[in-house]
């Protein structure tokens, strides 16, 4: 079973920035990709950033520019750093990992980011 767990939310202002983690542990392949979701309150959740097992990335438009996704391979932890926070970028951001060996998709519990303005 496999089990993400972020941490790094909180309270910041705009113009701010945080940098949320998400460790990964359990049996997964190599070749999974793992990702950040955030969902506002009312809205649909979004993809936030994504990042492949060969280190591409991609980004959701409303963050490009403004956040990084990277990733500690030793210690099975992907990161969000952000920067630049805006009060839209307020909602609950997700630890995502699809593993294509097995189909299985996984979610980590969410952290609470919110901007004040």
């Known amino acids: 079973q496999v089990q993400l767990v972020e941490s790094g939310g909180g309270l910041v202002q705009a113009g701010g920035s945080l940098r949320l983690s998400c460790a990964a542990s359990?049996?997964?392949?190599?070749?999974?990709?793992m990702a950040w979701y955030r969902q506002a309150p009312g809205k649909q959740r979004e993809l936030a950033a994504v990042?492949?097992?060969?280190?591409?990335?991609n980004y959701g438009d409303s963050v490009k520019g403004r956040f990084t996704i990277s990733r500690d391979i030793a210690k099975n932890t992907m990161y969000l750093q952000m920067n630049s926070l805006k009060p839209e970028d307020t909602a609950v951001y997700y630890c995502?990992?699809?593993?294509?060996?097995?189909?299985?998709?996984?979610w980590g519990q969410g952290t609470q980011v919110t901007v004040s303005s």
């Open positions: 990042l492949t097992s060969s280190g591409a990335t």
């Open positions: 359990g049996r997964f392949s190599s070749f999974s990709t």
């Open positions: 995502n990992l699809e593993d294509p060996i097995t189909a299985r998709q996984y």
